[in-house]
């Protein structure tokens, strides 16, 4: 069973802050996505990686930086926190095979509020 | 460019079937999923279809594919309580990496 958890479920921070979330897989997947979710605009993509020290931009990155130094695990951070990044954070991963789905597995979540 | 539309919002009765619609644009789509994210909770697959197949039947779901439409829709037989969740559609593009495009998601409020 594919297994992808994040740090925390809920994290308040003030303005400023530099805060980091984490996210764990356990199936040696080579891919791993950071979205944000807010109501009315879904799901963006943030970062993804596609291998160890590999990370692509993805919609919105603009205010948030990635690290991805091993395989399962995929870092968020948000260098100085700002009110407009209160969000739902979901990571994500997935393996690539050719000619096959692309199932992307989430964590649950973690809810950011910035003060 | 990507683009996957969905409506915000379904309310059914219990017992009654649900169909939620999805429109994409891009035509070279490879492969179209319907996801499902519980309260509380991250985003779980709940089916996917081939994008050269015209309907896919898994159990109480049914996914209808409509390419020259670019429409897709999930019916949810004898829609229960427990099928209240937000779902959302995606779309993966062929060719180099496999972006996965998600709608903003239809909240299903299923009424007893």
């Known amino acids: 069973d594919v297994k992808v958890t994040q740090s925390s479920r809920y994290l308040v921070k003030r303005t400023g802050e530099k805060v980091f979330l984490e996210c764990v897989q356990d199936m040696d997947h080579e891919n791993m996505f950071w979205y944000r979710q807010d109501p009315g605009l879904g799901l963006r993509l943030i970062y993804f990686?596609?291998?160890?020290?590999?990370?692509e931009k993805g919609d919105i990155p603009e205010g948030y930086s990635v690290s991805r130094e091993k395989k399962e695990r995929f870092s968020l951070i948000l260098e100085s926190a700002s009110t407009n990044q209160t969000s739902m954070y979901l990571c994500?991963?997935?393996?690539?095979?050719?000619?096959?789905?692309?199932?992307?597995?989430f964590g649950p979540g973690t809810r950011l509020t910035v003060l | 460019g990507e683009d996957v539309e969905q409506s915000l919002f379904l309310s059914v009765r219990e017992g009654d079937s649900s169909v939620i619609n999805c429109t994409y644009t891009?035509?070279?789509?490879?492969?179209l999923y319907w996801y499902k994210q519980e309260p509380g909770a991250g985003l779980q697959l709940l089916t996917y279809i081939f994008s050269n197949m015209d309907m896919k039947q898994d159990q109480r779901l049914t996914v209808l594919l409509n390419k020259k439409d670019k429409h897709l829709s999930l019916r949810i037989a004898d829609t229960q309580t427990g099928d209240s969740a937000i779902y959302f559609c995606?779309?993966?593009?062929?060719?180099?990496?496999?972006?996965?495009?998600f709608g903003i998601g239809t909240k299903l409020q299923v009424i007893p």
């Open positions: 990686s596609y291998d160890v020290k590999m990370k």
């Open positions: 995606a779309e993966t593009i062929s060719g180099g990496y496999q972006k996965v495009t």
């Open positions: 891009d035509s070279s789509s490879t492969y």
């Open positions: 994500a991963s997935s393996s690539p095979t050719s000619g096959a789905i692309d199932t992307q597995y």
